[in-house]
């Protein structure tokens, strides 16, 4: 009986610690260094959206290291990503925009002031689709 | 009892061998396939022909149990999904935004250590990966994404 109880227990112990580990990125505030390049051109109304609705997991900063090593922000601008990979980053963003992919909604469970409204959504979409086609001299 | 249990099993069996599924199809000449078109070296396409071929293009080697069920429903679904997902032996026919997602694709699967899935090494020993052979094809794929938009 005492064996079952103390299975019991640490199950619970690891089960929530599961769960707090999966919402850590979502108490960090990150601050930007997103800004244009010569790669790259961010309006300030498309800064403005991914300071707010995307670099809390996918920057240098985030706890995320799964979000982080899919997509980087800061990688746009300091080098690390080749012009290559930034074409294949902005083909990725704007096919999980308009899929409604992202912020996952295990995310937004938690923070659902930071879902995509309509027009952000298609204000990303319309900077990742033209960002793309001049990169890749299309 | 016991021998009661075995013959059910072994009838189960038999019975199960009947359902049908097709094989996904072998095609060994492949004109637009990724090692014929692009500068692969040797190294990097011997590594991709051990450990991704069989799911990832048309030259799939089938072992002896390919053709037992229920294995071969498990198999036959891996291969279709691995060459819906990605088809060396396509390459050529895709465009090259598409080409660079898929490249980045393969980097994180490879960095992530998706790819290959855990039970194929288990029966295909040369498609064990060590962390080395891993960095090699991802410095390739890097290499290839900026070839691309020279």
Redesign the interface.
Known sequence: MKNISTFFISFLIIGFSFISLSYRTADKEIKSVLKSSNVIEISAEVQSILDSKCIACHSTESDSQ?SK??LNFDKFTNGKY????I???L??IKKQVEKGKMPTEKYLKKNPDKKLTVDESKLLIKWSTEQ?AI???E | MKKWILYLLLATFILIQFYPMSKPAVIKSNPSDLIGNVNVPDNISLLLRSACYDCHSNETNYPWYASLAPLKWWMYNHINEGREELNFSEWDTINKLDKTELLDDIISALEEKEMPLKAYPLTHPKAKLSDVDRQEIIDWAEIHMEELFE
């Open positions: 799964k090593m899919k080749s012009n290559g990979k074409v294949s980053k083909g990725k793309r990169l890749a001299g």
